[in-house]
């Protein structure tokens, strides 16, 4: 038995009045391969069958057979197609796609500090390849899986930041480049939009800014420090916090993401952003406790750095009510249980 299936079902149940259009439709996605396309493709195969839609998936990736080993059940779905290439330069496939997800470019620390104009150049080359290639297929429905980060830094008295918020981050740090990146990429949607109404064109280019998030397929071993401090637990070890543990921050669940995800995909308005996250926030010393408390009680939790009295910690939390009021989005699967279904699959996933 699939080991979401608990998880699928309710996508499924949440989104079943959105799926008719996509009837013997096609639908191109980038990024098919990373914690965000593993969920999207999850879902839409699920659905595909449940719903016998009879649709079809045209899926982008770098190493094709690396990806049908680490997921054969996705790679080997009859209404899955692999396609081999890098997204800044990849071949069009043929015939007509009526729907494109461009969901590439992984939120790396490692590549923005080691590599940064690497990553500049795949997340805004890679953007304009996908929306060249959408005008190019006759793509009714754009979806560009933005970032939070496009805000800049959150200002100490905002507790949750709304899609109305002007802020930016520095264009001259060298740290802001994955944040450029997703606000130019914003912009090119922003303007293919444009071309396409100049053109009588049926084009909808939707945003969906994304935050942090918990569930299966995330890494245990990147920059997420929910997923470290899982595979702290895994591991029989101290969770370890980095810094002071003052930074806050909240987790969705990757099944209420991928809710969040279709719904903007056939519903949100074109050029209206909508932030897809939580907006229960934590700090990353709550944030370990609770890790533990769920899992394993008696885990140590070694915390590296002081913190400076009275200094008003980093936040990272977004706003969710026009999601909630445009949308009719909410977040069905709590913190705690998101912790107890990513740790499950993990353990079970290790013992096939």
């Known amino acids: 038995m ?13 989104t079943e009045g959105l799926w008719e259009e996509m009837r013997g439709q096609r639908i191109f996605i980038t990024g098919g391969t990373g914690f965000f396309g593993c969920w999207l493709l999850e879902s839409f195969c699920h659905v595909n069958r449940e719903l016998g839609l009879g649709a079809r998936a045209t899926v982008l990736s770098r190493d094709p057979a ?14 899955v197609t692999m396609h081999g290439g890098d997204v800044r330069s990849f071949d069009f496939p ?14 790396s620390a490692k590549q923005a500090a080691e590599a940064p104009l690497e990553m500049l150049t795949t997340i805004v080359g890679g953007t304009a390849r996908a929306l060249e290639f959408a005008a190019q297929c006759g793509a009714r429905k754009f979806l560009l899986t933005s970032s939070g980060a496009v805000y800049g830094r959150q200002p100490a008295e905002m507790t949750h930041v709304p899609e109305s918020y002007a802020g930016a981050p520095d264009p001259l740090d060298a740290a802001s480049v994955y944040a450029e990146g997703k606000r130019a990429s914003e912009l090119m949607c922003a303007l293919h939009q ?9 084009f909808e280019a939707k945003i969906a800014r994304c935050w942090a998030f918990c569930g299966p397929h995330l890494p245990l071993d990147a920059h997420f420090a929910i997923g470290n401090f899982i595979g702290d637990i895994l591991a029989g070890r101290a969770i370890a916090i980095a810094g002071d543990g003052t930074p806050r921050r909240s987790y969705l669940y990757a099944a ?19 932030n897809v996250g939580s907006e229960r926030d934590v700090s990353i010393r709550e944030l370990a406790e609770i890790v533990a408390t769920t899992l394993a009680p008696a885990t140590q939790i070694e915390i590296a750095k002081q913190a400076v009295p009275g200094m008003a ?40």
Do not use: C, Q
């Open 313 to 352: 910690p980093m936040r990272y939390v977004p706003s969710v009510a026009r999601a909630e009021g445009l949308l009719g989005l909410r977040e069905r699967v709590g913190l705690e249980e998101a912790i107890r279904r990513t740790f499950t699959w993990h353990i079970d996933s290790r013992s096939e």
């Open 194 to 202: 444009k071309a396409a109404t100049a053109k009588d064109a049926e």
């Open 94 to 107: 043929e015939g007509e796609f009526r729907y494109v997800i461009h969901a590439a470019t992984e939120a």
């Open 66 to 79: 690396r990806f049908a080993a680490k997921a054969p059940h996705l790679a080997n779905d009859a209404a």
């Open 256 to 274: 209420d993401l991928a809710i969040w995800l279709w719904t903007v995909l056939f519903r949100a308005p074109a050029l209206l952003p909508i």
């Open 2 to 14: 699939n080991r979401l299936s608990d998880d699928l079902e309710m996508i499924r149940s949440a």
